[in-house]
C-alpha cells in the first residue's frame, strides 16, 4: 500500500520506539507533551489505525479498491520530508515575483556563539530572524545613501549537513531596496563582502546583547568582537541562483530544507549506537559518523521548531500586499537598470498524492484494475471521529439526484490530513 516507504523508515522508528522515554529523562528540555505527541504522530504515520484513512472505490464496476493511510506531516518525520519540501517549495514559489531579481544570502554565526542559540532557542530565534533583515536593509541603504527597504523571504535551517546544531539564516533578497521618500526602487549590482560581514556581526552581536542581558552575554560578545575582527561569515551565493527557466524556489529548497539526515543514509543501528552518513557541505564528500543513540535522537529533534514556530518568513516589500503595489515601479525600474528578467521563476504547483504514487511505483493507484476507470471516495475515517464521509450515505442523501456539492477535499478551511504517500489535503470541515 505505502510503495514509498523507504527501508530504514522502520529503524528510524525503532530507535524512537525504544529509547525515547530513557531521552527525554536525560534531556528533561524534551520532557513535554508536545515533543511526546510529536513522536507518538510520527510513530503512528501511515497507520490506517491509528492515523485514519480515504478509501477509494470504483463506482462503475464496483471491484476496484485503494486505501491511503493519513501521514503525520510532523517536521520529526522523515517520512513526510519529501512532502514536506514540495509544499514548502510550492509555497514560496508563489510569493516569488516574476521580474524581480534576487540574491540568496546565507548569515552564519560562529562555533562560539551556538551553545548559547541552543540554550535560549524560545527568546533568540526570531530576534535573530528580524536582525537579519535588518542588516541586508542596513547593507542596501549604506550602499546607495538613501534609507532603502528590501524585500525579504527568510527560512531559518538549525542544522548542518551532519545534523549538529548550527543555526543560520538563508536570506532571499531583492537586490536593492525601495525608496520610499523618492517613491522609487533602487538596483542595486552588487553585495559588498566586507560591509555585509561587519554589519552582520554587529546586527548579530547587538541583537543578542540587548536579549539576553546577562554578564556572561556581554564577556562572549566582546570575544566575538576581539576574535572575528573581519566581521562573521556570510555567503552570497554566486551564479548558480537560477536567473531563467529553472526554479529559484526549487533550488532553494535543496539547501534549506532537505531534512538533516536522510532515511536511507542510516547504515547501522544496535540497540546503542547509530551510524549513518551523509554529504558534507564543504567537502562535498560522504562523511560516515557513528553516534550514541540519544545523541542520534538528540540531533533529530533540535530541529523541530518551538510549538507554533513560522518556519518561513516575508518582511519589507515582499510582505504579501506591499509587494504587489510595488511590483509595477519595481519592474520599471528594473526594466531601466537591464531589462526585465522574463520568466525568472516558474510557479510549481505541488504534486498530488496520485502523482506521486505513479511516479514511485509506475501505476495510477487510483484507476480501477478491473475497469481502467478513476476510482471515487468511498469512505474516509478518523481515529477520533470515526467515518466522517461515507459515498453510500451521501448518495442516500440524494448526492447525485441534486447533484450537490461533491465531498472536495482541498481548499476548505480546518484542520487537514495527509494521506500516506503524498499531498492531497484533506480538510474536516469540508467533508462533515
Ligand atoms: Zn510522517
Ligand atoms: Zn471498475
Known sequence: MTAATPPAWSVFKQIFAEHWDGFTRVYPRYNTRYYDSLVEQMLGCGNPDKMGYIEYRCLHC?????????????????????????????????MLHEGVIYRHIVLTMPAMLRNTFYQQAKDVLSPFIRCGVRCLDDVWSRLSGKSLKGGYIVVMQTHGRNGQYNPHLHI???SGGWDPQAKQWRHLDYVPYRLLRKKWQWHLLTMLRQTVKTKEITRLVDACYTRYREGFVTNVQKGDVPARYQSLARYLAKYVVSPPISLRRI?????????????SHTSERVERETVEVYTFIGRMVQHVFPKGY?????????????FATLKGLIQEALAKVKGI??????IIAPMTYRQRYQRSTGRDPLRCPSCQRDMEVWRIWHP????????????ARGKYASQAPRADPAGSPGRTFWPTAGGIPLSLSGLQ
Open 62 to 94: 464496483g471491484e476496484g479498491k485503494h486505501r491511503v493511510a493519513m501521514r503525520c506531516k510532523t517536521s520529526l518525520c522523515l517520512r513526510c520530508a519529501k512532502v514536506y519540501v514540495d509544499n514548502w517549495v510550492s509555497q514560496v514559489s508563489k
Open 172 to 174: 532571499i533578497a531583492t
Open 267 to 279: 547504515d547501522r543501528y544496535d540497540g546503542q549506537r547509530v551510524t549513518y552518513h551523509y554529504r
Open 310 to 322: 513560522q518556519r518561513i518568513r516575508y518582511y519589507g516589500v515582499q510582505a504579501t500586499k506591499t
Open 341 to 346: 528578467v522574463k520568466g525568472a521563476i516558474k
Open 384 to 395: 477520533t471521529y470515526g467515518v466522517i464521509y461515507e459515498e453510500l450515505k451521501a448518495i
